[in-house]
Structure formats: C-alpha cells, structure tokens
C-alpha cells in the first residue's frame, strides 16, 4: 500500500525548472539582452531560478519573474523621489537636472564637436560653448574654465597660484567640507603653505595685511557655507582684501552667479567678482541647479594659467558635463530653483489633495505644514516653508524600498513627505507608490 503511494506521489515541481538558456530564448529578455547587455540578463534570470528553486516562484512564472526583475536600466543608480524637504541633498547627488540639461546629455552621448572646430576641421577649445554661456551670465568675469567639482577648483587654484608659497587665509574660514573632508588638509595637499591670520570669531584686514610677504601667492575668502558663527565675530569683506595689493581668491561654495532674492545672504560670483575678487571658485551642482563641477571664474592672466597648467588635464570635466552645464546656465528655471521659490500655499494645496486622495484608500494620512532647508552646505540657518504628508513611520522604510524608491523623514514619531523638493508632476507616482507600500503586517497603515 506504501509503495502503491509513493508511485502516485505528484513530482517536484522544481524538477521541471527551464532551463537557462531556453529563458535566455524568450523573446522578452532576448530584447532586454540587446538593451542591458546578456551577462545583466542571465544574473537576473539566475536570481529568479534559484527563488524558484527555495519555492519562493512558481516554476511556471520563472520567465515571468524574471522579465519583472528587469533593472530599468545597466547602471546600478536607482531613481528616488526626494520628499526629504532638503532641496540639495548630497546623498542624493545634490541638483536635480533640467529638462532641457538631461535632453542636452543624451544629445552629446554619441560624437560630438567636443574640442573640434567643425568650420575649419581643426581643434578649437574644449567646451567652448559653456565657457561662453558663463561668461555672458557673468560679464564680470574676463574669463571661466570648469574641473570637475568645487574642491578640484580650489585645488587648482592652489596649485596653479601657490604651490610653494602662502596662502593667506583666516583661521575662521578653514572648515570642513563634508564627509571628513577639511579645506586645509586640501590646500596643504598642493604643495602651498598657509598661513593662518586672525582668530575663529574675529579677522580684520590689519591681520591680513601683517601676513603679506613675498611668499604671498594668494588671500583666500571662503565663504562659510555650512554653518554660522555669531555673537562677537568681525570679517574683512572682499572689498578690503581687495585693496591689499595682491590676488584675492573667493570660494563662494553655493554656484550662484547672481544674486538670488529667496537667499539674499548668499555670496554669488558676479558680486564678489564686483566687488575686486581676482577669482572666484564655485560649484555647479548647488544652487545653480546643474550637474557636478567646479567653476573658476576672474582674470583672464589667473584662468589661462590654470587651465593650462598640467593638473588641469586631470581635473577636466567630460562632453556630458559640460552639455549639462551649458543647458543648465543657457535654459529655464532648473528643478532647485522652481524648489526654492515654490509658493507655500501651492504646496498645501498638494499636500491636503495627496492626504485626502490617500485616506480615501484607508491609509492613516494627514497633510501638515513643515520646514525645508537648502541643504547641500548652502544657506545655513535658512529654512522654507513647506508642506508634506504626514504618515505612520513605519512608510519610511517601506518606501524607501519602494519602485521608484522615496526617501522620506520621520519627525516626531511620523513620516513625512515634504512636497518642496518634489516637482507637482511627481505627486501621482508618490500617492502611487504609498499605495503600493500599504499596510504593514500588523496591519498598521
């Protein structure tokens, strides 16, 4: 009777497992193989067989697994959805590119007049177009040439004006600039000397002044982008160190060429370079809105010297950047800046239309009022009126999970999906993506 059982047993279904290449023969992952290149395709086809095989899928949905496991693309970034209502977040590689930047890199992937002349066939300069976009937005500048982030453009700038020599710099402005990072382990780093003036909360032009000496290469100003000093604190402007006699270097940090009312605190390069800086390093990927670079601004004499000077070729930026960068400064209003002069009452409106849309599922969802922030080491103290979704905290790790994956913040015990850093077209996928996320399995929402 034992025997008559086990003969009529069903067989493991496992056993009937396709084979990989007869799913590597599927006309869908075919096409996902021409798209995302075969050794992609099979990993993932690899991954689903052996879910198959712990029983986590059914051995008929294999192919079906897989085409669902596609990545969108062979690059392992994923997109995110910033609801974190810091408008630069660093983590989330700062400015959000416009519209017409992203539509600029696709056109300069393939081939393009990079550093080639095409009316006469010769060589001409590199990113010729940028260079001349920057220029005419800052008129101030006698010149520009672009590296690859604003640490690199200091760096340069060191290198190429001091190496050797002294840098004149207070001892207030020597800051960290992110992840360890510190400004004086980078300028020592190039070969010059600094020479420290003044104390953390009080430098004067007399104390600049007694510092010069023919060892001076250059004086330094950085503005302090991420963080504040306050109380008994004096500063030389740009204007007094101007009038010391010698090469004035100004890392205003943020990237704004211009003044910006929302921000009226916030150094930029047409003002400072008014103002009798000699040079002023930048970078591209904060409040300008663009992608990451480092800009370097000023005299035509200090320009050509850096950019001919054999470090530049290590820190040159690519055909992409440089198309992002000109779409950026020639375009319309970039994501960053739409985000820092969105209208609070706007975003309210979203918030109470998202919660309401999200309550009529079931979900425990409340629209609220919040404070943004710049982020990105810029605008220190500055927040933005704002708005969000308010929902259990449990979504946060869920969403960020999610596909697109959403990064939120939880304050006071709730998560919260600040509307400022989101553009209005986003809001569909957001409450899509909530959705999806549901309740947990205690049946939280």
């Known amino acids: 009777m034992d025997r008559e059982h086990a003969s009529a047993a069903p067989p493991d279904e496992r056993r009937r497992l396709p084979r990989t290449d007869a799913l590597l023969a599927d006309p869908r992952l075919v096409s996902a193989a021409e798209r995302l290149g075969r050794g992609l395709v099979k990993d993932v086809v690899a991954r689903v067989q052996e879910r198959a095989r712990a029983g986590e899928v059914p051995v008929a949905d294999v192919a079906e697994h897989a085409v669902a496991a596609l990545p969108a693309t062979a690059a392992g970034l994923r997109p995110v959805l910033n609801a974190t209502g810091v408008l630069l977040h660093t983590n ?3 400015a959000p590119l416009s ?12 081939t393009t007049d990079v550093e080639l002349d095409l009316a006469t066939g010769g060589r001409s300069r590199r990113g010729r177009s940028a260079l001349e976009a920057l220029l005419r937005h800052v008129p101030e500048a006698e010149a520009a040439h672009v590296v690859n982030n604003g640490a690199a453009a200091l760096a340069l700038a060191a290198t190429a004006l001091a190496q050797g020599r002294e840098i004149v710099v207070s001892r207030g402005e020597l800051v960290e600039i992110g992840d360890g990072f510190r400004l004086p382990d980078l300028l020592v780093s190039t070969g010059a000397r600094l020479r420290e003036v003044g104390t953390t909360n009080r430098t004067t032009p ?26 008994f604190t004096r500063e030389a402007g740009v204007t007094e160190l101007a009038r010391l006699g010698v090469p004035v270097v100004a890392d205003i940090g943020s990237g704004l060429l211009a003044p910006e009312p929302a921000l009226p605190d916030e150094p930029d390069a047409a003002t400072w370079l008014r103002a009798g800086a000699s040079l002023v390093t930048a970078s591209g ?6 992608p990451q670079c480092g800009l370097l601004l000023g005299r035509a004499g200090l320009v050509e010297r850096m950019a001919r000077h054999p470090l530049a070729r290590a820190l040159r930026v690519d055909k992409l950047t440089l198309a992002a960068l000109e779409a950026t400064v020639r375009g319309p209003a970039t994501p960053t800046r739409t985000a820092l002069h969105a209208d609070p009452a706007r975003l309210r409106e979203r918030a109470e239309r998202l919660a309401e849309q999200l309550r009529a599922q079931g979900l425990d969802s409340r629209a609220v009022g919040t404070r943004a922030v710049v982020g990105g080491g810029g605008a220190p103290g500055v927040t933005l009126p704002s708005a969000a979704v308010s929902l259990p905290a449990a979504y946060a790790a869920r969403l960020r999970r999610a596909d697109p994956a959403v990064l939120a913040r939880v304050e006071d015990g709730r998560c919260l999906l600040d509307l400022r850093a989101l553009p209005e077209d986003a809001d569909g996928v957001l409450a899509a993506v909530v959705r999806r996320s549901g309740p947990g399995p205690d049946g939280e929402s």
């Open 285 to 290: 990927d904060k409040l300008l809105g663009g």
């Open 206 to 231: 007399e104390d600049y002044a007694a510092a010069l000496g023919p060892d001076t290469g250059f004086v330094l100003k950085v503005h302090p982008s991420n963080f504040r000093v306050t109380g």
């Open 99 to 110: 519209a017409a930047a992203r539509e600029a890199v696709l056109a300069a992937a393939g």
């Open 92 to 94: 989330l590689g700062r």
